[in-house]
């Protein structure tokens, strides 16, 4: 007789296997109050597993979003920096993440990603 396993890997590792995708696996986190998630260079998304389900998927939309713009070449960050060009062959505009509010509506990067879903964390 085989062992049954009482849990799944997704479960065990804390990914939410209803919002990843093949390329894109989605973690539940304790994220910081007000944070809903965030896309990661290594294209991973984050999200707060302290939010509805609703919002768990409109964050996922949101941050989607993110990953299309790592993979376009659109948008990019290190520890320091956000790197961000309008189109593929504008100049890439370097800005310093202490000098901004991250998730900012007006932020070109999030401004672009708003107006495309039309919803996000208020």
């Known amino acids: 007789m085989g062992y049954k396993m009482k849990t799944s890997i997704p479960k065990l590792l804390g990914i939410n296997p209803e919002l990843s995708t093949y390329d894109v696996p989605v973690f539940e986190k304790n994220l910081e109050k007000g944070h809903w998630g965030s896309a990661n260079m290594d294209r991973t998304i984050h999200i707060n597993k302290n939010i509805s389900k609703k919002d768990k998927k409109a964050a996922v939309e949101h941050e989607m979003e993110h990953i299309k713009q ?53």
Request: aromatic content about 16%.
């Open 70 to 122: 790592f993979r376009s070449g659109e948008a990019t960050y290190d520890n320091k920096n956000i790197y961000y060009r309008k189109t593929p062959f504008s100049p890439i505009k370097k800005i310093a993440r202490n000098s901004i509010k991250e998730g900012a509506h007006n932020l070109p990067w999030e401004a672009s990603i708003y107006k495309k879903t039309k919803k996000y964390a208020t």
